[in-house]
């Protein structure tokens, strides 16, 4: 990595999560301060680049903070969609949402969420139902290891439900949000 180049962590403005790591020199830097939109350096194709220039996807920055050794940024920004090349809302979505939204992508033989999403919306809510179910019934009556055991298979059945009606986790977060003011 050329020794002008910082790291940029890109924090949503109103959430506060961190959606994404990139690289910034200085023309980067200057050219994001004077659009209002965040622009990076890209090491693999070792060019400059305006984030969502391709997929519409803009950062409009709100605020560039330097960090105190003066090697890395903090862009507080407004995204103007996924800010991920998945299509997820952030960089540092979870694991099993990743795995999730990839299965239902390329549809993998001998795949469970290939074969829910295959079977169509009702299979789909009636795995949701069936999980929530033995969640409910495990909390009401079982061992703490059976509880974590049903919860694991309610959000794996809640993600698979994101992903069939092409919504992200961070819809659910940011409702949750909302609730909480």
């Not at 509880?147 to 794996?156: G, H, K, N, Q």
Request: glycine share 8%; proline share 4%.
């Amino acid at each position: 990595m050329p020794p002008d180049l910082r790291a940029a962590i890109v924090q949503d403005a109103e959430s506060g999560r961190v959606l994404m790591l990139a690289w910034m020199d200085d023309e980067a830097l200057h050219l994001t301060r004077e659009t209002g939109e965040a622009h990076f350096f890209s090491r693999s194709r070792d060019r400059l680049w305006r984030k969502g220039e391709t997929s519409g996807n803009t950062l409009a920055v709100e605020e560039v903070r330097d960090d105190c050794d003066g090697d890395a940024y903090l862009l507080r920004v407004r995204p103007n969609g996924p800010v991920c090349h998945t299509g997820s809302v952030s960089c540092f979505a979870p694991w099993l949402w990743r795995r999730v939204r990839e299965r239902a992508a390329t549809r993998p033989d001998g795949s469970h969420v290939a074969e829910l999403l295959e079977a169509g919306r009702g299979a789909v809510a009636q795995k949701l139902g069936e999980e929530g179910v033995e969640a409910a019934l495990a909390v009401a009556s079982e061992a703490d290891g059976r509880v974590v055991s049903e919860i694991a298979d309610l959000w794996f059945a809640s993600y698979v439900a994101l992903a069939e009606r092409g919504l992200d986790p961070a819809a659910v977060e940011a409702e949750l949000a909302r609730r909480k003011r």
